[in-house]
C-alpha cells in the first residue's frame, strides 16, 4: 500500500547530501491521514516512526521534524511525549501546529496537560503561536476555566492575536449570557470599542 512504502522510505537512514525523500515521504502522509481521516487512519508502525521523527532534536532536521507533525496531526495522533520535544525546541510553524492538534476533537491529550501547553504558548515569542494558542483555549477549554487567559491575550503586541481574543470573549459572552466573567469581560473590552454596546446590554438585561 501507499502508506506501507512511504513508511519504508522514512525507514531508511537518513542520506548525507539530500534528505529530499524522507522530507516528502513525511509530507505525503500527512496528504494521506487528512484526506482518509473519515475512513481510516495510519497504523501503529508508521505513527511510531513519525513521532520518532517529530522529536528529533537535530537542527538540520527541522523540515523532517514539521513534517512528521504535520502527519501526526492529521491522524489525530499527537501524544503528549511529541508535545513536549516539539513545544520545547521546535521551529515557529512546528509550535502552532502544535497548538492546532491542541485545539482538534481528537487530541490524545488529556485536558489538565492541555491548559498547561496552551497557557505555555500564550508567551511564545511568535504570534502565530501565541494566536493559535487563543484558539485553543476557546475550542477546548471548559466554561469553568474561566476566560482569564483571553482577557491577557486582549493586550497581546500583536493585532491578531488581540483580535482574535475579544473575539472569543465576545462569543463567549453571548452564548453564556448568565455567565458573570464572560459578559463583564466583554462590556470591559468591547466598551472602549463601542460606548453604546454596555447601555444596550444594560436595556436587554431589563
Not at 27 to 40: H, S, V
Not at 93 to 114: C, P
Request: charged share 30%; glycine share 4%; net charge neutral.
Amino acid at each position: 500500500s501507499a502508506e506501507v512504502f512511504l513508511r519504508r522510505v522514512l525507514e531508511q537512514p537518513f542520506p548525507l547530501l539530500d534528505d529530499a525523500p524522507h522530507v516528502e515521504a513525511a509530507r505525503a502522509l500527512e496528504a494521506l491521514a487528512r484526506l482518509r481521516r473519515k475512513t481510516a487512519t495510519l497504523d501503529e508502525v508508521t505513527i511510531a516512526r513519525l513521532r520518532s521523527m517529530a522529536q528529533t532534536i537535530d537542527p538540520k532536521r527541522a523540515e523532517h521534524r514539521r513534517n512528521a507533525l504535520a502527519a501526526l496531526v492529521a491522524a489525530q495522533a499527537v501524544d503528549p511525549t511529541t508535545l513536549d520535544a516539539v513545544i520545547d525546541g521546535g521551529d515557529p510553524e512546528t509550535r502552532r501546529l502544535a497548538m492546532v492538534s491542541l485545539a482538534g476533537a481528537g487530541s490524545l491529550v488529556d485536558d489538565d496537560r492541555r491548559l498547561g501547553y496552551i497557557r505555555k504558548a500564550l508567551a511564545d515569542t511568535s504570534f502565530m503561536v501565541r494566536l493559535e494558542a487563543v484558539r485553543a483555549w476557546a475550542r477546548r477549554t471548559s466554561p469553568e476555566h474561566g476566560c482569564m487567559p483571553r482577557l491577557d491575550a486582549t493586550i497581546d503586541r500583536n493585532l491578531h492575536v488581540a483580535l482574535a481574543a475579544i473575539e472569543h470573549i465576545d462569543e463567549m459572552s453571548r452564548r453564556m449570557p448568565r455567565a458573570g466573567v464572560g459578559r463583564e469581560a466583554r462590556n470591559h473590552l468591547l466598551g472602549d470599542l463601542d460606548p453604546v454596546q454596555p447601555r444596550r446590554d444594560a436595556e436587554l438585561a431589563h
